[in-house]
C-alpha cells in the first residue's frame, strides 16, 4: 500500500471508530498486533475488548492531523470526554504491514489552550 491509501484507510476508520463503531478494527488490526502503551494489552481480540471499555470509545475526537509515510500513519487530535471536558490531546502512531496495523504507539497528554 502506498503512503495515500494508508492515510485513506486510518481515516476511515478514525471515522467510522468516532462514530461508535469498534467493529471497524477487527479486519484492520492483525491478530499478532502488539501494543506499546504501558496496561494495554496486546493482540487483536484483546486490544478491541479493552479499547471498547475505555474512555476514548465513547469520547468526542476532533482529528487536527495526519501524517502518513509507506509503513506509518501518525494521527493528532483531541479526545474530549465527561470526565475530561477540558479535553486530552492524543498523538496515534500506528505500524502497517500491507493493509493491517502491528503496531501502535501513543502519547496522550491534558489539553492546554491553544496548544493544538
Same mark, same amino acid.
Given at each position: 500500500?502506498t503512503?495515500?491509501?494508508?492515510?485513506?484507510?486510518?481515516?476511515? %476508520?478514525?471515522?467510522?471508530? #468516532?462514530?461508535?463503531?469498534? *467493529?471497524?478494527? !477487527?479486519?484492520?488490526?492483525?491478530?499478532?498486533? @502488539?501494543?506499546?502503551?504501558?496496561?494495554?494489552?496486546?493482540?487483536?481480540?484483546?486490544?478491541?475488548?479493552?479499547? %471498547?471499555?475505555?474512555?476514548v #470509545?465513547?469520547?468526542?475526537? *476532533?482529528?487536527? !492531523?495526519?501524517?502518513?509515510?509507506?509503513?506509518? @500513519?501518525?494521527?493528532?487530535?483531541?479526545?474530549?470526554?465527561?470526565?475530561?471536558?477540558?479535553?486530552?490531546?492524543?498523538?496515534?502512531?500506528?505500524?502497517?504491514?500491507?493493509?493491517?496495523?502491528?503496531?501502535?504507539?501513543?502519547?496522550?497528554?491534558?489539553?492546554?489552550?491553544?496548544?493544538?
Amino acid at each position: 500500500m502506498t503512503a495515500l491509501e494508508k492515510k485513506q484507510l486510518a481515516l476511515h %476508520a478514525f471515522q467510522e471508530f #468516532a462514530n461508535g463503531n469498534i *467493529d471497524v478494527l !477487527r479486519p484492520l488490526l492483525r491478530e499478532d498486533f @502488539v501494543e506499546h502503551s504501558p496496561g494495554n494489552p496486546s493482540g487483536r481480540d484483546a486490544f478491541i475488548e479493552f479499547i %471498547a471499555q475505555a474512555p476514548v #470509545a465513547g469520547a468526542q475526537l *476532533d482529528l487536527r !492531523r495526519v501524517i502518513a509515510d509507506d509503513e506509518y @500513519v501518525v494521527m493528532h487530535y483531541l479526545m474530549t470526554t465527561s470526565d475530561h471536558p477540558e479535553g486530552e490531546v492524543v498523538v496515534d502512531i500506528w505500524r502497517f504491514v500491507d493493509n493491517q496495523i502491528v503496531e501502535h504507539w501513543d502519547v496522550v497528554q491534558p489539553a492546554i489552550a491553544g496548544m493544538l
